[in-house]
């Protein structure tokens, strides 16, 4: 498998919780995962972009347009990484309304607004998880939604298990509407 | 062999663990963040004995790992590169000591800069402190070299730097793990005194043995497995053709390099050398790839280390040359325009070859903020709030980011916010400059660098504020203890420092600790703190500010939760009405000046040493400020706002100290003589009030007095020692020098008529007073030896003799009553004040009273006289009846009525009544309200109180009742200040910006000595006290003192000082009531609207994450909020509330 992900978001949305979802059910998996992380002063509140690599890679960076999906937490942040996709590849970002780079780009834009889902479930905190609920429900990504779902559930502590599989689930299910 | 996915960091740590580390020490910061925790993790999931800890500094950190090396362990200390320079000597001198046990350091560097404050290469260690480099490409690597790394350092007993960069700290990758070493050896400290204790001659023996060393490892290095060439992904085989372009690449970039040019498909032209071991540098590895290539490329981060030490320069391309640029990360995309633009040069790619597409969005990088609920937040906004034109030195932490709410000015390095501030003092203070600066360092950064500072600070006589932001951890680098925690990193016990303890012992006198959290306290106590700088024998002021880091805690504890709303925009946002206006209000001391003083005026201009025109502003309403500074009740202290925050402003001694001050300083011109002439009957101090009113505006006055001498009570009736007579009469001179006309000894309706004066005068000002003294109507009070009270005081004033000696009684409870009692004490006599009703319903002055019981004189409350008995014609004794207490009176006082039986008799030589007097009206012809047109009435004619204050009241109400009957509405004399009239109170003042402090003690001379004469009991303040007073302790209520503090408070610059006053500039105003809301004393109106401006001055001064801008309104972001509430209190426009429903 080779397989290109980046993460986009803002400190404290949990990207690096979405990107270790990703990593955690590859190597699982068995194969191989290269990536770079932000951490430091921007959790707090900046911008936070991880790179995500699956298969055999000497870089944990991904090089701008060569990408094969990116999952923008919130609207600004999706943007400022849609260059970061290759032809043909897939943005799915959390925004309450359309974006106007639909056509431009050779690119697939999904839109959620992942903000109203999670807070309607009473999770506002949640939004990461809706949106990769989403991304997965797309057909892009190479997982399979009860895969995504384990390891979901494997890395989230108990007290939490039900509010972030119903975050996943309520962004799964949200396909089509 | 299991695999895990691990950080680069927790990779190195998997790393130190393989390699047998026993000791870590580290201080918090990327690398150590993760690599530490990594090896505890490890240490857990082994079984492993390594001790660890969270050492004070990287100083610390680094000289504690190698102390366990020199008894043998391995040891390893990790740091940021800014670190290593922290402890860079001890690095310096461990080369030449060795160590025993190997010895391991991790440093990681920043290309970019992401996360620090330096692009330093840290592998010029190699070349400065001569250590060996090793430099991985990927976390995989980064855990086989520090294992190795161990095994180096002691074979060769030398320190080994370890140097990722920041990209391979925080990649994550698949990890191979090996099984870890498990070491058992104790620590076995070999005395060496030569070695470990070398004095300079043996320095140079060890440096010898290290440039050995240094050989050995270079012969090593170039045959080491982390030097490799590369060619199309499979080892790099002898040719027989040489390359156009050869690259050499250290670090990360080698992983770059790797996938780009299998992505640009031109991974079988271009060989690579890896060089993973950077000093001492691998030359005979280098020579033969350099001599094969024509053209060399070097590639590594963040500077030119491998670069430099290449000896063949002309076809080396890199940093040197501008080929790669000096500053920043090679990412790929940067990597990638370099092979293009080289490999264009050389020819090995064709010119249209790999034009990236993408589609590009130009949006700025979101900058980091403090957290919502962040107590840092808090402390910052206070911080600004009570000194916006502070210099704000900071330091390295979260806090950092207080440069978003412009509360920090300056940063460098750990702890350098203290010396900063301490410097700056320093090279202000050398030009005779003051200027508030508040600096603020973390709990973390306070230990690690902070403790030196201080006591240097206060050594060296420094001044500022300093203001600890103790969030009881080291935030920024993920939640590490500080040394005031219980806990170690491991969970076992750990000895607490408390920061309080440190900062006295650091010799600071001023600590106060708080928790932010509550803003306004922390706003106060910034601004105590900053007084106490500036104090005489002030110094470094500390405050802890303490509050747990919101990362900490995670979420706001339930009951402190406070849901917020933000109520939507008024109707209309009109600018003219809703702009803020400087209107000067007026203060309670004038509303209760009887006679109309602009009380805050004077005083004023006396806090500005101003005392000529604080003279002229009390000269504008009347023309007695010593005579009033010294008998007036002065019910301007009694309204004082400052007395319900400590005491009144000493205001009577104020007046005092600028009428004796000032007396000398001649009157402002008064207007032009009109000619118009005006009669005042009456020379006491209303009818002169009102004549020199007049006479200022131009009338040709003429006063007629019955007695020998004007004044009226202030001459006859008030006894020397409470008003000199050479005080009154200077005041008068005053007066007369206006040219108003003084006949004396004429008593209108005997000497001249009423009419006549009405015939000669286009008005008339009658203050005749109240002399017709009250009789008791009781048997025996025309004996001998019974007298009217104003009688004696008027006897005493002009210097008769009296004969009247032994026991007397006083009749009556006003100040006639103590005056007269304080009289006769000093003449000798034993006196008792006879007062049919309580204490508190005297109508004396408090302060009277409590004197004369302090010179002497008796009081009996509740009782009456009934008869004076007689011997001889001449008083014996007088009988008296008990009273008590009854109802209330029309009058508001309770009535007394007598209990019968209750009759005693008192012996006394003599009984003075003063039960008060009234007006003789017997000269007019008619009563008051039928004189004719043309005649006015002052002073205790009228029906107010019998003040002095009231007199000189309306006197000058005459005056102008006069002007204008004469003159119509034209030409009215105007005061310094035009006030509204909406009074201040107390909850317009800004307290924080006053100290409590006690008004100055008046001085007065000993009761022995008062009650022997009649020299004056009270002294006056000096003019230095009067003015401190004035400056420091009066609030100015409701008063611009053009303070600036509006002006530099205002965020959006839209004030500005002009001649005149404070200028609005309503094209920058975004109407955030921020200069009302801070006026420290009420004087800008603006209409709070309770709804949301727009302003933006919450996002801007506060900036919450969770407060965000829609269209044109602020709304709070629910899903980020924590309702930590305290935005509550920031909106000037109180839109921002508690969501009680």
Redesign the interface.
């Known amino acids: 498998m080779k397989l290109k992900i980046i993460f986009a978001g ?3 949305q949990g990207v690096l919780f979405a ?1 270790r979802i990703f ?2 059910l590859a ?1 699982s998996k068995g194969e ?16 936070v972009v991880s790179h ?1 690599k699956i298969g055999h ?10 990408a094969d999906i990116l999952f923008g937490f919130q609207k ?2 999706g ?2 990484n ?6 043909g590849g897939a943005a799915i970002i959390n925004s309450p309304e359309q974006l106007p ?1 639909q056509e ?4 697939t834009l999904y839109i959620l607004d992942a ?1 109203e889902l ?2 309607r479930i009473g999770n ?2 949640a ?1 990461n998880l809706v949106l990769i609920g989403y991304g997965i429900s797309t057909d892009r990504i190479p997982f399979s939604y009860e895969e995504v779902r384990e390891i979901t559930s494997r890395l989230t502590p108990s007290h939490l298990q039900e509010a972030n599989l119903r975050a996943l689930e309520v962004g799964f299910s949200s396909a089509g509407h | 062999m299991t695999s895990r996915v691990l950080l680069g960091n927790e990779a190195i740590a998997r790393g130190l663990v393989e390699g047998g580390c026993q000791v870590m020490a580290s201080y918090p910061g990327t690398p150590a963040s993760e690599i530490l925790p990594g090896v505890l993790k490890f240490r857990e999931e082994e079984g492993l004995d390594v001790y660890v800890e969270w050492s004070i500094n990287e100083k610390v950190a680094f000289e504690i790992a190698l102390a366990a090396s020199y008894a043998g362990k391995r040891a390893a200390v990790a740091m940021k590169q800014v670190g290593l320079n922290v402890a860079s000597d001890p690095l310096m001198s461990s080369i030449y000591t060795g160590v025993k046990g190997g010895f391991v350091i991790i440093s990681a560097d920043d290309p970019g800069p992401y996360s620090s404050q330096t692009e330093q290469d840290s592998r010029f260690w190699g070349l400065l402190a001569k250590v060996p480099v090793l430099d991985p490409s990927s976390p995989q690597e980064a855990k086989e070299m520090a294992k190795y790394a161990f095994e180096l350092s002691e074979r060769f007993e030398i320190p080994v730097l370890l140097r990722p960069t920041l990209r391979i700290c925080h990649a994550r990758q698949t990890i191979k793990f090996d099984p870890p070493r498990r070491e058992d050896r104790t620590a076995a400290f070999e005395k060496n005194p030569h070695r470990w204790a070398a004095t300079p001659r043996y320095r140079y023996t060890l440096h010898r043995d290290l440039s050995r060393k240094l050989a050995a490892i270079k012969k090593e290095y170039e045959t080491s497995r982390f030097n490799f060439s590369i060619l199309a992904g499979a080892p790099l085989r002898p040719s027989s053709k040489p390359f156009p372009l050869g690259i050499i690449a250290g670090g990360i970039v080698y992983g770059t390099l790797r996938d780009l040019l299998e992505d640009m498909g031109i991974d079988a032209e271009i060989p690579i050398l890896r060089i993973g071991t950077s000093c001492p540098f691998p030359e005979e590895v280098v020579r033969p790839f350099v001599s094969f290539c024509h053209h060399i490329l070097v590639l590594e981060e963040p500077d030119a280390v491998l670069e430099l030490q290449l000896r063949e320069r002309e076809k080396v391309r890199g940093r040197l040359d501008g080929t790669v640029p000096k500053e920043g990360e090679l990412t790929p995309e940067v990597v990638e325009r370099i092979l293009k633009q080289v490999g264009r040069e050389l020819g090995i790619i064709s010119e249209a070859e790999g034009e990236s597409l993408g589609v590009e969005a130009e949006i700025p990088l979101r900058r980091p903020t403090l957290c919502s609920g962040c107590p840092h937040r808090a402390a910052f906004y206070a911080i600004r709030r009570a000194f916006p034109q502070a210099i704000f030195p900071s330091d390295i932490g979260c806090y950092t980011l207080g440069l978003n709410l412009g509360a920090v000015d300056i940063i460098l390095d750990m702890g350098a916010a203290i010396n900063i501030a301490s410097g700056l003092y320093q090279a202000y203070r050398q030009d005779g400059q003051r200027v508030p600066i508040v600096a603020t360092i973390g709990d973390s950064t306070f230990f690690h660098a902070g403790i030196p500072a201080l006591v240097n600070a206060v050594h060296n006589r420094a001044r500022f504020v300093l203001v600890i932001l103790d969030n009881s951890t080291t935030a920024m680098t993920g939640m590490q203890p500080t040394p005031a925690s219980n806990q170690a990193v491991d969970r076992g016990q750990a000895e607490a420092v408390s920061i309080e303890d440190l900062v006295r012992g650091c010799g600071i006198e001023y600590l106060r600790i708080i928790d932010p959290y509550d803003i306004p306290e922390m706003i106060s106590v910034v601004r105590e703190a900053q007084r106490h700088t500036e104090e005489e024998r002030g110094g470094v002021a500390v405050i802890i500010s303490r509050h747990p880091c919101i990362q900490l805690i995670r979420e706001m504890p339930v009951e402190k939760r406070v849901k917020v709303v933000i109520q939507p925009p008024p109707s209309s946002i009109e600018k003219e009405i809703l702009k803020p206006l400087y209107q000067d209000r007026t203060p309670p001391c004038n509303e209760a000046c009887p006679a109309g003083t602009d009380v805050e005026a004077f005083l004023s201009f006396l806090a500005q040493g101003n005392l000529e025109e604080a003279v002229q502003e009390i000269l504008k309403r009347h023309p007695f400020p010593s005579v009033c500074g010294r008998v007036c009740f002065h019910p301007c202290e009694e309204a004082c706002n400052r007395g319900q925050w400590d005491q009144p402003v000493a205001i009577a001694a104020l007046e005092r100290a600028i009428g004796d001050e000032g007396g000398r300083i001649a009157l402002e011109k008064k207007r032009r003589g009109n000619g118009i002439q005006v009669a005042v009957v009456g020379g006491g101090p209303a009818g002169l009030t009102c004549a020199y009113n007049l006479a200022l505006l131009g009338y040709k006055v003429h006063v007629f007095e019955a007695q020998p001498e004007v004044g009226g009570m202030l001459r006859y009736g008030i006894p020397p020692y409470r008003l000199p007579k050479d005080v009154l009469r200077r005041e008068i001179d005053r007066i007369k020098s206006l040219g108003v006309m003084i006949s004396t000894g004429v008593r209108v309706g005997m000497n001249i008529s009423l009419e006549e004066l009405k015939r000669n005068f286009k008005a008339v000002f009658l203050a005749t007073g109240a002399h017709k003294r009250k009789k008791l109507r009781i048997p025996g009070e025309d004996l001998e030896g019974v007298y009217q009270g104003l009688d004696i005081l008027q006897a005493i004033n002009m210097g008769k003799e009296i004969e009247i000696k032994g026991r007397i009684g006083v009749i009556g409870g006003g100040n006639t009553a103590i005056d007269v009692a304080r009289c006769l004490l000093r003449m000798g006599c034993s006196t008792t004040i006879f007062y049919r009703r309580t204490e508190e319903e005297m109508p004396a002055y408090h302060q009277e009273v409590q004197e004369a019981l302090a010179e002497g004189v008796k009081i009996e409350y509740l009782v009456s006289p009934v008869r004076i008995l007689e011997e001889g014609g001449r008083i014996r004794a007088v009988e008296l009846v008990k009273m008590r207490r009854a109802d209330m009176g029309d009058d508001g006082r309770r009535e007394v009525s007598p209990i019968d039986g209750s009759q005693f008799t008192m012996e006394l030589e003599g009984v003075v009544v003063a039960i008060g007097e009234e007006p003789d009206l017997s000269f007019l012809n008619c009563e008051l309200d039928e004189l004719k047109k043309g005649i006015f009435i002052g002073g205790d004619l009228l029906p107010q109180p019998r003040t002095v204050a009231h007199a000189l009241g309306s006197g000058r109400r005459g005056a102008l009742a006069i002007h204008k009957y004469l003159q119509g509405d034209v030409d009215m004399p105007s005061t310094q200040k035009i006030r509204v009239l909406q009074k201040v109170s107390i909850e317009d003042i800004d307290l924080s910006w006053f100290p409590q402090q006690n008004r100055p003690s008046l001085p007065r001379i000993s009761k022995k000595r008062a009650a022997r004469g009649f020299v004056e009991v009270q002294r006056g303040i000096s003019l230095m006290q009067a003015q401190k007073e004035a400056a420091e302790r009066c609030f100015h209520c409701g008063s611009c003192t053009k303070c600036d503090y509006c002006l530099i408070s205002c965020p959006e610059e839209a004030i500005v000082r002009g001649e005149e006053g404070y200028r609005i500039d309503l094209d920058k105003c975004t109407l955030c009531r921020l200069c009302a809301e801070v006026c420290p004393r009420g004087a800008i109106s603006m209409p709070m609207v309770e709804g949301c401006v727009g302003c933006g001055y919450c996002l801007k001064l506060f900036e919450c994450p969770s407060l965000i801008m829609s269209d044109t309104k602020a709304e709070v972001d629910e899903s980020t909020c924590i309702q930590c509430g305290l935005c509550v209190y920031v909106c000037p426009q109180g839109a921002i509330k508690e969501n009680k429903s």
């Not at chain 1, 191989?32 to 911008?47: A, F, N």
């Open positions: 803002v400190g404290g990107t990593y955690e190597h191989l995962v290269y990536g770079s992380e932000t951490h430091g002063m921007s959790q707090r509140g900046g911008s995500l890679y000497h870089s944990p960076l991904v090089g701008k347009a060569t600004e942040e943007l400022r849609l260059s970061m996709l290759r032809k780079y431009e780009g050779e690119i903000d999670a807070r506002p905190l939004v």
